[in-house]
């Protein structure tokens, strides 16, 4: 699933101050960087992207509700090796937008628009939630810019087939009590769009999953929010695809298992997609 603003504020008590260790010496404030943060003019707002490293690009998405300082524990690792961009997504941290509507369509070409701007033809996308979403309407929408993907904690409708009951029972309450106010303030505008999100959207077929032509990292956390089955769900249906749950670990899993993830992560874009016949099943 996605961070709602309920999730984001587990995830604010998980990730301590958005402070990430670059050198034993050397504090960066991810996603709050003049050295290397930019605003690019896109699609009627203006999106504010990090860029850290070189090498080979990799796009990391956030979740609702997050922003950049999200993957504080994984920029370091991966910039080491890929030229890493990490933006706040339209209407997250410092990308504002005042317009009316917000939906994932509408980010995933943002962010396709973002890599276009930045002249950079292709990259490897990693998503975690609402950023897993993302990831897989961009290798749809824009085949030709998607590399390799991974995603974890993604969903692909707002109902309890794809997402556990209790999880609705949390955030369902915020939803009501916003859809009754006529006259929001503008905090509650912002706070309106997310939750419009994680309640009422996305709406990813089966069949469009079958378009996705990159490789795929399917992941998800064995308690996760999203149910393991419905994971499982977006594995079978993505022609070139691996899985991998993650024991004990509900929906945070590039946080609390970060060693794990970005090795893991890392592994899977570094070697070619291994398609298993026949006698490769032993192996």
Known sequence: MRYSLLLATVLSLISVNGFSQAAPTKKI???????????????GFNMYCEVYGEGEPLLIIHGNGGDISNFKDNIPYFSQRYKTIIADSRVHGKSTDNGD??????????YAALLS?????????IGWSDGGINGLLLAMRYPEKVKKLAITGANLQPDTNAVYPEVWDLVKPTYQRLLKKAIKTPVEKTEWKLMRLLVEQPHIS??????????????????DVIKEEHTMLI?????????????????????IYKDAFNATVDQFLKEPYRVFKGTDRFN
């Open 117 to 125: 701007a930045m002249k950079i033809e292709s990259a490897h996308v």
């Open 235 to 255: 594995y079978k249906n993505i022609l070139k695809a691996y899985l991998w749950i993650l024991p004990n670990s509900g929906h945070s899993t590039p946080i």
């Open 101 to 110: 509507s917000l939906s994932y369509e509408m980010m995933a070409d943002d």
């Open 29 to 43: 404030l991810y996603g709050n960087n003049p050295a290397a943060g930019k605003y690019y003019d896109i699609r």
């Open 206 to 223: 089966l069949a469009s999953l079958h378009t996705i032509q990159c490789p795929t990292l399917v992941i998800g956390g064995d308690h």
